[in-house]
């Protein structure tokens, strides 16, 4: 064939080659608006971490008050020194007014299985105003999580509304929540009981809890809490049946949040977080806040 009149038609290799370009450049865009679309996605990590970290932090002062009330409340605790009340074992020593709680690994009420033991000790008795109680936890564990922490109960006197207060000041506990990480906290709790405790006994008794803290979350962000609406614990009710307790969270996508206990009329333990409109609704079963 004579070359001039061969037919031009346009490079394969120079069209090939602008096609991959424009897959290439698309491809980009792509990866790139998809690392966008990641880095501005919420993380809610840490608000869930403090959530957790806040019902922790609560949980055991919250017990050892509700312990210390039945026990002082027990006429035959009084009597024989000894009672077993919510699985339990309790001695009771009159001579120093000194009340030792143990544990040995029974699945509580509250769906927590508790090691070790606290006391309480008393200078007085507890409902008169002034009086003082002093918590020692000794190899204290609720699941997983080892508390260590120095607590201390006074009778405030009565309040407006005719209740009685006693005021739990927690100073710089110490919660263990795994192998590495460690809830730092520190709190001062208001408990509110109607004085006819003191003749009807622990019973359906409610005791209302009011309060702040302060701390560090087990993965290390700094957190306050606030309990907006008086946590409602019923004495013959494992659970706190209403309440909630507002949180911020330090270098957190959503810096607060709330936890809320849902029980309402019934005893279970229902608890809803609400960070920003984001809702979780949990039952506490055992372990569950271990992980």
């Not at 991959?20 to 993380?43: E, F, Q, W, Y």
């Not at 609560?58 to 024989?80: C, E, Y």
């Not at 590495?180 to 009981?193: C, E």
Request: aromatic share 10%.
């Amino acid at each position: 064939m004579d070359p001039m009149n061969k037919m031009i038609s346009p490079s394969p290799t120079k069209c090939t080659t602008g096609k991959n370009s424009l897959l290439i450049l698309l491809c980009t865009c792509l990866i790139l608006l998809g690392a966008c679309r990641k880095n501005t996605a919420t993380d809610l990590k840490p608000t869930l971490n403090a959530a957790n970290d806040n019902v922790l932090a609560h949980r055991p002062f919250i017990h050892v008050f509700n312990m210390l009330l039945k026990a002082v409340l027990d006429t035959s605790l009084r009597l024989t020194h000894h009672a077993v009340i919510d699985k339990t074992s309790i001695t009771y020593d009159p001579a120093n007014k000194l009340y030792s709680f143990h544990y040995q690994g029974d699945l509580c009420l509250d769906s927590v299985r508790r090691f070790g033991s606290f006391t309480a000790r008393l200078d007085t008795s507890f409902f008169l105003t002034g009086a003082y109680a002093s918590i020692q936890f000794i190899s204290y564990f609720e699941d997983i999580h080892q508390v260590q922490a120095s607590d201390t109960i006074r009778n405030m006197g009565t309040v407006t509304g005719g209740n009685i207060n006693f005021r739990s000041r927690i100073d710089n506990a110490l919660i263990k929540k795994d192998s590495v990480g460690m809830i730092r906290w520190k709190a001062t709790l208001d408990h509110y009981v109607a004085p006819d405790i003191t003749w009807k006994g622990a019973g359906n008794a409610l005791v209302l809890t009011g309060g702040s803290g302060s701390g560090t979350t087990s993965l290390g962000y700094g957190f306050t809490s606030d309990i907006s609406a008086r946590l409602n614990d019923y004495l013959d009710c494992p659970w706190i049946r209403d309440g909630v307790i507002g949180f911020t969270v330090s270098g957190a996508d959503v810096g607060s949040g709330t936890i809320e206990f849902m029980a309402k009329r019934a005893c279970n333990d229902s608890i809803r977080y609400d960070f920003g409109g984001t809702v979780y609704h949990w039952r506490i079963t055992q372990d569950f806040l271990s992980r």
